[in-house]
């Protein structure tokens, strides 16, 4: 067994061997390191202005994202999508805290309270891939513009995940027509 950590949230994996993701916000393998390799002060930034502004607007996405997911996972008449949703929120509450950390705030009192969905799987479904997609093209702007290379790594990575998330919510929607 041999300890990881993430580059992206610091959260630590033991393991046999790198895991593909990170369980906790799933970055991608590339960026879950031998926590020998763990470089101390990694979230030790000065975020510019705009990038402030830019972590704060990441916080309220992630939020909004979280609880839509977390009114998703309520929902018995399908525990597989319940159960799939309940995990993206804890991703999504995962990359709020990462922004908060960041911005050296903390996270938003209600961020675990479930949000209002459609009640409809299809038309939630279709909601979290605009969700998605949006969270997404938002962090490619945030990171084209950012002076911070650590806010570069870290709004690069959460993107990639949101594009992963794209692809579940793809699959969730064969589950539901």
């Known amino acids: ?25 799933g ?12 470089p101390s002060g990694i979230n ?17 996405l992630e939020r909004a994202n979280t609880r839509f997911y977390l ?11 319940s159960s799939g949703y309940k995990r993206l929120a804890k991703v999504e509450a995962e990359h709020c805290g990462i922004f908060c950390k960041l911005l050296g705030t903390s996270k938003p009192a209600d961020l ?3 949000g209002e969905t459609s009640g409809d799987w299809k038309t939630d479904i279709e909601e979290s891939l ?14 084209a513009r950012a002076t911070s290379e650590r806010l570069k790594e870290v709004w690069g990575a959460v993107s990639a995940v ?3 998330h794209i692809e579940l919510d793809k ?7």
């Open 1 to 25: 067994m041999k300890m990881y950590r993430c580059r992206i949230c610091g959260d630590t994996y033991l393991g046999s061997e790198t895991p593909s993701h990170c369980p906790f916000c």
């Open 27 to 38: 970055a991608h393998r590339d960026l879950i390191v031998d926590t020998t390799e763990f």
């Open 44 to 60: 030790d930034i000065q975020p510019t202005e705009s990038e402030r502004a830019d972590l704060q607007a990441s916080i309220e």
């Open 71 to 81: 009114g998703m996972a309520l929902r018995r008449e399908n525990e597989a999508l």
């Open 112 to 114: 675990m309270e479930p």
């Open 130 to 143: 605009g969700r998605e997609q949006r969270a997404s093209d938002l962090y490619n702007q945030f990171m």
């Open 162 to 164: 949101e594009t992963d």
């Open 171 to 177: 699959v969730a929607l064969t589950l539901v027509d």
